[in-house]
C-alpha cells in the first residue's frame, strides 16, 4: 500500500471517531448510560435507528451487491470502521435475524423482485425478520413441517403454526416453511415463503424458556394469506431453502469467521462471560472451604482450557475465510464451529456453577447473587445453544454423512 | 499469518505423501519396530537426496533454505505414515540447536553432514525424573585440559544406537539459578566409555535407549553455544521441536480418522454399514471436530514460529496441550469403531494409538502445557 493510501485510512479513522462522538447515545461508555431491558421494544427501535444511521453514515451494509442496497469498500477500509466500532461498542442491531439469515439466504435463493425489494431494508436496519421453521412436531425433525399452505389463485392459504422463533415479538416481515404438495416425499414436499407480519390471520406470543425470559415466541396462522411472487425459490423444494438459512445461522452468517480481529465467544448475552479473563479473575476472587479457587490446580487446568479453546476457534476461523477464499468451504463446516462452540458455552457455564458453590443458587434479581446473576443465567441459557439452530446431535449427524461421507440410517 | 498452503506447499505436500507411501510401507515399519536400532539407511539416504534433511538449512550449509511451515508439512505426512527412524532426533533434537547457537566452524563442519545424510544425530537430555527441565539435568561434565569428562547416565535418549553423534545436555555448574550451568556438548558415538541399551518401549516406532557416559571425553572444541548457557538453546528448540511433534500428531491423527471412517462405511452388522449407527457417526464427527481444532492450533503455532512472534510459546503449548488430549481421543475411538480387528496386533490402529501416547508426554504433556497458559492469568 502507498503511504498516500496510509494516509487514507487515517483520515477515515479520525472521521469514524467523529461520527461516534457526535452519534452515539448520550453517556455512552459511563456509568450513567442506561442500556434498554434485553429484548425489550425499546431495545429493538434503538437498534433500528442505530443501524439506519450507520448505513447512511456508510459503515454498514457490506457484503452485498450495489443493486441490493450493499455499500461497496475496499476490505482495508471496512477494516478500520470495524475496528473503531469494535473500540467504542455499540448499542447493536434491531432484534432482527435481518442479517443474520434473511439477507443471505434472499441472496443466494431470491429472485431479482425480491433481493431488491428486501435486501436494502435489512441492511439498512428498516425492516426485522423471524424465521417460522421449528413446530410442535417438527424440530430435529423438520422436514416433518405440519403447517400447509394451499394454493388459490395468486395466493397461498396458510394455516397452523410455529414454535421457537428468535426475534419474533418486533419482526416486520417472516420466513416460513409450509407443506404445499401433502402427497409428494419427505424433503420434496414444503415451499418457502416470505410473509408480512401484519397480514390478517397472523398471531403471536411469548415462550417462556427455563432461563425465565421470553426469548422465543410461538407464531399461528389461521388462514394468512401470503402473495404466490413471495415464495421463494421453486415451488416444493423449500427443505434447499431452509437448509441454507440453517447454515447461515449456524455460521453466525460468517461473523464470528474472524471477527474484528477479537476473539468472540458468539451467542453471549454478556460480555463479561465472554473472556477468559474474567473466568481467572472470578477464580482468584472466590473462596471455597477457606481455599481460594485459583490456586485449585483442577480449576487452573479447567480455565486454561477455555483460553486454549478460545484460540482454537479463532483460528480456524481463519482458516474457514482462508478456504473459503479457495471456494473449498462447505456450509457443512458450520455444523462444526456450532458445536464446539455450543458445548464450550455450557462447560463454562457448569464450571463456574462449581466455583460459587452455594451462590450459583442465586439469580439475577437477587442482591446477593455473583455479578448480578449473569452466570447462573449463562449456566441456563447455555442449555438451548445445543438444541437450537440444529441440536449437537442433528450437527453430528451432518458432520458425519456430508463432510465424512457416512451412509444416512 | 497464512492459513492456506501456497503451491510450493501444496507440491511439496503431495510430494511427500508419495514418497512415504512408495518408500515407507507399513511393512517397513514394523520391519524396523522389530529391529534394535529402528534405523534405515538405505530409506535415510532417500530422505536425505530428497533434500528433507536439510530443508530448514541456509543453502552455505547445504540446505534448501525452506521455512519452519514447509518443514512441518513434512512432519504431518511422517506422522501419517508413522516414520520410523532418526529424522526428528537428527534434524530438530540436535540439527536446531546446531544451527541456532552452533559456531561458523561447526554449522560447516556438521551441518552439510546433517543435510546429505552422512551421519545420524540425536539429543541426551533426560535422565531419571523423565522431564526435560533445567533441574533433571544431572549429568557431569568436567573440565580436564582441552576436554570435558563426561560421566553419568541418560534416559529416553532417542535413536542412540543409529546416532553417529549425541548431543549432551551436561551439568558444568552448580548455582542457585538451575537454569544456570547447563552446557551441550556434542559427543562422536564412537568414542569409548558409551554403552547404549536399548528401552522396552510402548510405542516401538520410536526407539529410545538407557545411555551410560563412562569417562567419555569431548573437546572443548565440540560446545555447542557457550559453557554453562545451555539452556535458553535447549528451551528455544524445544518450542520449535513441539511444533514439529504436533504436526506430526495431526498427521496421524487424520490417518485414524480417514481409516475409520472407510471402516465404518464397510463393515456390516446387523445387515448395515455400522457407520450408519448414529453413536459410530457421533464419535466420527468428534474426531472431525477434535482434529479440526488440533490442526487450528498447530497451524498457528508453526506461523507463528516462522514469522518469529512473541506469542509464539503461548501458540506452541496451546497447539500441544490441543494436539495431546486430541490424538489421545482420536486413537481411543479409532480402536474402539474397529471392533476386536482395532485390538490386534496386526491392525496398524494400536501403532497410532501408541504414538499418540508417547507424543503426549515428549515436551510437556497436555496438563504441563495448560498450566503454562494458567500461569499468564496469574
Redesign the interface.
Known amino acids: 500500500m502507498t503511504s498516500g493510501g496510509a494516509e487514507k485510512l487515517e483520515e477515515l479513522r479520525r472521521e469514524v471517531r467523529a461520527w461516534l462522538r457526535e452519534n452515539l447515545p448520550k453517556g455512552w461508555g459511563t456509568p450513567e448510560y442506561v442500556a434498554p431491558e434485553p429484548f425489550s421494544e425499546e431495545q429493538h427501535e434503538l437498534g433500528k435507528a442505530w443501524t439506519k444511521k450507520l448505513y447512511d453514515a456508510g459503515y454498514t451494509g457490506f457484503g452485498y451487491p450495489k443493486e441490493y442496497g450493499g455499500i461497496e469498500r475496499p476490505p482495508q477500509e471496512i477494516a478500520v470502521i470495524r475496528e473503531e466500532l469494535a473500540r467504542t461498542g455499540t448499542p447493536g442491531g434491531p432484534l432482527s435475524l435481518g442479517l443474520l439469515v434473511a439477507a443471505p439466504t434472499i441472496l443466494s435463493h431470491g429472485e431479482d423482485w425480491q433481493k431488491e425489494r428486501f435486501i436494502p431494508k435489512v441492511l439498512s436496519g428498516e425492516e426485522s425478520w423471524c424465521e417460522g421453521f421449528s413446530e410442535p412436531d417438527a424440530g430435529s425433525d423438520l422436514a416433518n413441517v405440519q403447517t400447509t399452505a394451499v394454493r388459490d389463485g395468486d395466493e397461498w392459504i396458510v394455516n397452523g403454526s410455529k414454535c421457537w422463533t428468535s426475534m419474533w415479538a418486533y419482526a416486520d416481515w417472516g420466513l416460513l416453511v409450509a407443506k404445499t404438495e401433502p402427497d409428494a416425499p419427505r424433503h420434496r414436499n414444503l415451499s418457502y415463503f416470505l410473509f408480512d407480519t401484519t397480514t390478517p390471520g397472523f398471531s403471536r406470543r411469548p415462550l417462556r424458556q427455563m432461563s425465565g425470559e421470553a426469548e422465543f415466541g410461538e407464531m399461528f396462522f389461521d388462514d394468512m394469506r401470503v402473495p404466490h411472487k413471495n415464495m421463494m425459490g421453486e415451488q416444493g423444494r423449500g427443505w434447499y431453502v431452509a437448509m441454507t438459512a440453517l447454515q447461515h445461522e449456524r455460521s453466525g452468517g460468517g461473523a464470528f469467521f474472524g471477527g474484528a480481529g477479537g476473539v468472540d465467544l458468539a451467542g453471549l448475552t454478556d460480555r463479561r462471560a465472554a473472556a477468559v479473563e474474567s473466568l481467572a479473575e472470578l477464580a482468584k476472587n472466590t473462596k471455597r472451604y477457606g481455599k481460594v479457587i485459583w490456586e485449585d490446580d483442577m480449576f487452573r487446568q479447567r480455565i486454561a482450557q477455555f483460553a486454549i479453546e478460545a484460540q482454537a476457534m479463532r483460528w480456524s476461523g481463519a482458516r474457514m475465510i482462508a478456504k473459503m477464499r479457495k471456494g473449498m468451504v462447505s456450509g457443512n463446516e458450520a455444523s462444526v464451529v456450532k458445536n464446539f462452540q455450543a458445548e464450550m458455552r455450557q462447560r463454562r457455564g457448569d464450571m463456574v456453577m462449581e466455583i460459587i458453590g452455594a451462590y450459583s443458587q442465586l439469580v439475577r434479581g437477587s442482591k446477593r447473587a455473583v455479578d448480578e446473576g449473569d452466570w447462573v443465567y449463562d449456566m441456563l441459557r447455555s442449555r438451548g445453544a445445543t438444541i437450537e439452530m440444529g441440536t449437537s446431535e442433528i450437527n453430528r449427524n451432518i458432520i458425519a454423512e456430508r463432510i465424512l461421507g457416512l451412509p444416512r440410517q | 499469518?497464512?492459513?492456506?498452503l501456497n503451491e510450493e506447499q501444496e507440491m511439496l505436500k503431495t510430494m511427500a505423501r508419495d514418497f512415504l507411501a512408495n518408500e515407507c510401507p507399513k511393512t517397513l515399519v514394523r520391519e524396523l519396530m522389530e529391529d534394535e536400532v529402528g534405523h534405515s539407511p538405505e530409506l535415510w539416504k532417500k530422505i536425505a537426496e530428497v533434500g528433507w534433511l536439510g530443508l530448514i538449512f541456509p543453502e552455505e550449509y547445504g540446505g534448501s533454505g525452506m521455512n519452519f511451515r514447509d518443514l512441518t508439512i513434512l512432519f504431518e505426512e511422517m506422522g501419517r505414515a508413522m516414520l520410523p527412524g532418526p529424522f526428528f532426533s537428527t534434524l530438530i533434537l540436535a540439527g536446531l540447536p546446531i544451527l541456532t547457537a552452533g559456531n561458523e566452524e561447526q554449522k560447516k563442519e556438521f551441518l552439510p553432514k546433517i543435510a546429505n545424510g552422512e551421519a545420524v544425530f540425536t539429543l541426551a537430555a533426560l535422565e531419571e525424573d523423565g522431564d526435560l527441565w533445567p533441574e533433571g539435568i544431572q549429568l557431569r561434565a568436567v573440565r580436564r585440559g582441552e576436554d570435558y569428562i563426561i560421566n553419568g547416565t541418560k534416559l529416553f535418549v532417542p535413536d542412540a544406537k543409529a546416532a553417529d553423534y549425541i548431543l549432551v545436555a551436561a551439568r558444568t555448574k552448580r548455582t542457585a539459578n538451575p537454569e544456570e550451568g547447563i552446557t551441550l556438548l556434542l559427543v562422536d558415538t564412537t568414542e569409548w566409555g558409551i554403552y547404549a541399551s536399548p528401552l522396552k518401549t510402548m510405542d516401538e516406532t520410536r526407539k529410545q535407549y538407557d545411555v551410560v557416559f563412562n569417562n567419555v571425553p569431548v573437546s572443548a572444541k565440540n560446545i555447542i553455544g557457550e559453557v554453562d548457557q545451555g539452556w535458553p538453546i535447549l528451551k528455544d528448540m524445544a518450542i520449535k521441536a513441539t511444533a514439529a511433534l504436533c504436526a506430526e500428531m495431526v498427521g496421524g491423527g487424520e490417518w485414524v480418522?480417514e481409516t475409520t471412517?472407510n471402516y465404518?462405511?464397510e463393515r456390516i452388522a446387523f445387515g448395515?454399514?455400522i457407520?450408519?449407527?448414529?453413536i459410530?457417526?457421533?464419535k466420527?464427527?468428534?474426531m472431525?471436530?477434535a482434529l479440526?481444532?488440533?490442526?487450528?492450533?498447530m497451524?498457528?503455532a508453526a506461523e507463528s514460529i516462522k514469522d518469529d512472534s512473541p506469542n509464539a510459546a503461548t501458540?506452541v503449548s496451546?497447539a500441544k496441550?490441543?494436539c495431546g488430549d486430541a490424538y489421545k481421543q482420536v486413537t481411543d475411538h479409532g480402536v474402539q469403531i474397529h471392533g476386536g480387528i482395532g485390538f490386534t496386533w496386526d491392525h496398524d490402529m494400536h501403532l497410532y494409538f501408541k504414538r499418540a501416547r508417547s507424543s503426549d508426554t515428549a515436551f510437556g504433556d497436555s496438563?504441563y502445557h495448560?498450566?503454562l497458559?494458567?500461569k499468564?492469568?496469574?
Open positions: 499469518m497464512e492459513f492456506s480418522l471412517v465404518a462405511k448395515v454399514p457407520g450408519s449407527f448414529q459410530i457417526k457421533h466420527c464427527a468428534d472431525y471436530s479440526e481444532y488440533a490442526r487450528s492450533l497451524e498457528w501458540a496451546m496441550s490441543y496438563n495448560r498450566e497458559i494458567a499468564q492469568y496469574d
